[in-house]
């Protein structure tokens, strides 16, 4: 395992964020593009992770360096929750409390996201949805916050346009649900805005537009901090 590299932050350059269960960086690209300067953080190799990239345990890693960076997202794995895995009767560890505790004693503001089957274990999650963001697609995600960060539920849009079934080509007029096996590796690559992800990173990733709207409000929440500590 590569050894993990302690960050610092330096006067004049881009606000740091620390994506924890990195996987191939939707959530990361989506913080790149709202202006900060992002490191991930995974257990396994992520070569097409497209920012700085530290293989490490992310709880372990976030004890020990978090407090060193501006923003923390995380997204535990979601397979603990994940309807898919329980009609499987997969089993998964559960991270979310463990990697909350985490995230609370690096004394930073955060973020960490899921799937809708793990509301009952967030606190006071804000959904965001594709339609937000005019994306053709749904995908929920669910984000608590804390560190002194919080985020407005947006407006949802309806649901107009009806889903293809799960795994199954999409039909014109319809979205795809690009969850587990399924078709159209391209089309979920221009939909999603992640053309560098393979199926494997796509069926779980957070769409960019969802993380740079998050990182879009965390910077005014770091404007503000950095003006009263100027006062």
Known sequence: ?????????????????????????????????????VTGVDKDPQPRYPHRFIQAD????VREHGAAFDFIHASPPCQHDSECQRIQSNTHPDLIAPTRTA???AGRPWVMENVRGAVPKLRVPVM???????????????????GGFTLAQPGHPAHLVPQAKMGRPVPPGHY?????????????????GVPWMNRDGIRECIPPAYTQHIGTAALELLAVDRLEAAA
């Open 1 to 37: 395992m590569t050894q993990p590299a302690i960050i610092r932050r330096v006067p004049g350059r881009r606000p740091t964020l620390l994506d924890l269960y990195c996987c191939q960086g939707g959530a990361g690209k989506g913080y790149d593009d709202a202006g900060f300067d």
């Open 58 to 61: 992310a709880i372990t890693f």
């Open 103 to 105: 995230l609370e004693t």
């Open 128 to 146: 965001l949805c594709g339609q937000m963001f005019r994306l053709a697609n749904y995908r929920h995600r669910y984000f608590e916050t804390g």
């Open 176 to 192: 795809g649900q690009f969850v587990g096996n399924f078709s159209g590796v391209d089309l979920a690559r221009r939909v999603l």
